[in-house]
């Protein structure tokens, strides 16, 4: 397996755009996590989905923020519109329901600048 | 809420010196710990996870860590760094089932020439 694909690597756009950050899981996990990296913060977890389905968005940060896992292979995070202070690395990750010892698997990251 | 904390936000050794870095726990039952590496621009890669199995857990490129209950740490460890485990290092736990990972702030380890 390729592990998991985000796509794009570099994204830079200016305020107020829509972006969309892409996710492609492990193939047969059944979880799938985003997460945002930044100095001041560390990782951050923002949205999960189990069996595509969202299970805990509390990290979102604003409503500017979504997210959607329309099958079981493919995952979207949008911000629209977007800020200067969004400017991060998004991970997406994925993982099976094999319970506590399971570890998640990151993709390389999406870094985010918004000017 | 289920924590872990990382002592240290910068660690600095020499190459082939003890590497140390430091993780506490904050947690009434058994947790699920596990330590992830980030290398620059990439993302996070398993280290090792403690699975109750044994208190000292070894994971890749010569790191163990080891769980100690009584002081609610588990310690990252190497005998002998090398220049290609300049890196950021983080510790986290799993509160419970399936619940998302919770990391620490994150350590980087520098290693000196």
């Known amino acids: 397996d390729a592990g998991v694909i985000q796509s794009p690597r570099h994204e830079v756009t200016e305020m107020g755009q829509e972006v969309t950050l892409r996710c492609k899981p492990i193939?047969?996990?059944?979880?799938l996590f985003w997460y945002r990296q930044t100095m001041m913060r560390g990782l951050e977890l923002l949205i999960y989905?189990?069996?595509?389905?969202?299970?805990?968005d509390s990290g979102m940060p604003e409503d500017r923020f979504s997210a959607k896992m329309p099958n079981a292979s493919f995952s979207t995070l949008k911000i629209q519109p977007s800020e200067p202070r969004d400017s991060a690395v998004y991970f997406c990750?994925?993982?099976?329901?094999?319970?506590?010892?399971?570890?998640?698997?990151f993709g390389q990251g999406t870094r985010l600048t918004v000017v | 809420a289920q924590s872990v904390t990382q002592l240290g936000s910068h660690v600095s050794v020499s190459e082939g010196a003890l590497v140390l870095l430091r993780c506490n726990y904050s947690?009434?039952?058994?947790?699920?710990l596990f330590w992830y590496v980030q290398y620059p621009n990439q993302g996070l890669q398993l280290l090792l996870k403690?699975?109750?199995?044994?208190?000292l857990v070894k994971g890749i490129n010569d790191f163990e860590a080891e769980f100690k209950k009584s002081e609610t740490s588990f310690h990252l460890t190497k005998p002998s760094a090398h220049m290609s485990d300049a890196a950021e290092y983080f510790c986290a736990v799993r509160p419970s089932g399936n619940t998302p990972l919770v990391f620490g702030k994150g350590t980087r380890l520098s290693v000196i020439a």
């Open positions: 193939s047969g996990h059944d979880y």
């Open positions: 947690s009434s039952v058994p947790p699920y």
């Open positions: 990750a994925s993982s099976l329901a094999t319970g506590e010892t399971t570890e998640a698997f």
């Open positions: 403690y699975t109750s199995a044994a208190t």
């Open positions: 989905f189990n069996n595509n389905v969202p299970i805990d």
